[in-house]
């Protein structure tokens, strides 16, 4: 068992920037990637980020690419997620989320049907 708590969500303007944090407890050992999810309002949950755990090889989706960086500190089992200039569509539950699972295709992570682990998510507003 993986247990995974968020951090860090709030109010912010547009433009502006959040941390997100992910403290992951429990059989971390098992873990091969640690991902971000997201979900708007009245939409379906899509990706966002992830890393792998052993490599510290990043993924992103296109819309986040360039403005959030997702980092990882071994030590305490946290994974982050800086947000930068942020978008009124950013607004979401922001959701942490562990695979046991071993892909070589990375394009696989991108789905949440790879993830058996999930925290209970986070609210970030975006205001413009």
């Known amino acids: 068992q993986v247990q995974l708590v968020e951090s860090g969500g709030e109010l912010v303007q547009a433009g502006g920037s959040l941390r997100l944090s992910c403290a992951a407890s429990?059989?971390?050992?098992?873990?091969?990637?640690l991902g971000w999810f997201r979900q708007p309002p009245g939409k379906e949950r899509e990706f966002v980020s992830a890393?792998?755990?052993?490599?510290?090889?990043?993924f992103y989706s296109d819309s986040v690419k360039g403005r959030f960086t997702i980092s990882k500190s071994n030590s305490n089992n946290t994974v982050y997620l800086q947000l930068n200039n942020l978008k009124t569509e950013d607004t979401a539950v922001y959701y942490c989320?562990?695979?046991?699972?071993?892909?070589?295709?990375?394009?696989?992570?991108?789905?949440?049907?790879?993830?058996?682990?999930w925290g209970r998510g986070t609210q970030v507003t975006v205001s413009s």
């Open positions: 989320a562990a695979s046991t699972l071993y892909y070589k295709i990375d394009s696989y992570y991108y789905t949440p049907r790879s993830y058996g682990y």
């Open positions: 429990g059989r971390t050992f098992t873990t091969y990637v």
């Open positions: 890393i792998s755990r052993r490599s510290g090889s990043t």
